[in-house]
């Protein structure tokens, strides 16, 4: 079945580590996005990538960073320069802009980090 | 910029009660609106869609129209169910990503 994985689901961190978010999906797609949720926020983009090795900031991109090394992956790294990190992260992709389903997004699960 | 936002919630409605779930947007330009839904501990789904004035999207028994007079797009449904319950957004596309509301909780009692 074609999706997206994230993963680990839970991850706990001490203040001052960082941490690496996996996501993965076999669906072809070109684009593939990172949000985070908070309660009462709804979503916020951290990073999104239209194309492999190539990607650009969102709305909230200080303390994080991603890499696109391959078209199937988009690994996010929750740095310590991240103020407060506890939050339920989310992947997504879609198909590039200009063809169809374009902005139509697929999300992963989510993971949940939680700073001790 | 572009934004948009929603009715806050919780909204708490009875088994086969109707819903209305407000949105309203801000954009430049012609965007294509979204309902997205999130199901307790899973990621969003693409519930309904719609890409130009006076499209009404529809699934599952929901509907949203694209009104542009009003810059809306409200989220309705005549009979809601118990496993309609969930977290609802709204979202309009906004160069080459989607600006994402706030989120609407539905709780649905039996």
């Known amino acids: 079945d074609g999706g997206i994985t994230q993963s680990p689901k839970y991850l706990f961190r001490k203040e001052g580590q960082n941490v690496t978010l996996s996501c993965e999906q076999n669906?072809?797609?070109?684009?593939m996005y990172w949000y985070r949720q908070d309660p009462g926020q709804g979503l916020r983009l951290i990073y999104y990538?239209?194309?492999?090795?190539?990607?650009q900031k969102g709305d909230i991109a200080e303390g994080y960073s991603v890499s696109r090394e391959k078209k199937e992956s988009f690994p996010l790294t929750v740095t310590s320069a991240q103020k407060n990190p506890t939050a339920f992260y989310l992947c997504?992709?879609?198909?590039?802009?200009?063809?169809?389903?374009?902005?139509?997004?697929?999300f992963g699960a989510g993971s949940r980090l939680t700073v001790l | 910029g572009d934004s948009v936002t929603q009715m806050e919630g919780p909204v708490t409605l009875s088994e086969e009660a109707c819903l209305t779930i407000n949105c309203t947007y801000t954009a430049t330009g012609y965007p294509s609106l979204f309902w997205y839904v999130q199901y307790p501990g899973e990621g969003l789904q693409l519930l309904l869609k719609?890409?130009?004035?006076?499209d009404k999207g529809s699934n599952k028994g929901f509907e949203a129209t694209y009104r542009k007079e009003t810059t809306s797009f409200h989220l309705e449904k005549g009979s809601v169910q118990v496993s309609d319950s969930a977290v609802y957004f709204c979202a309009l596309t906004q160069g080459g990503k989607l600006i994402f509301g706030q989120g609407t909780e539905l709780s649905v009692k039996p």
């Open positions: 669906l072809n797609h070109d684009a």
């Open positions: 719609a890409t130009k004035a006076d």
């Open positions: 997504a992709s879609s198909n590039r802009q200009g063809t169809s389903g374009a902005n139509v997004l697929t």
């Open positions: 990538s239209q194309i492999v090795n190539d990607f």
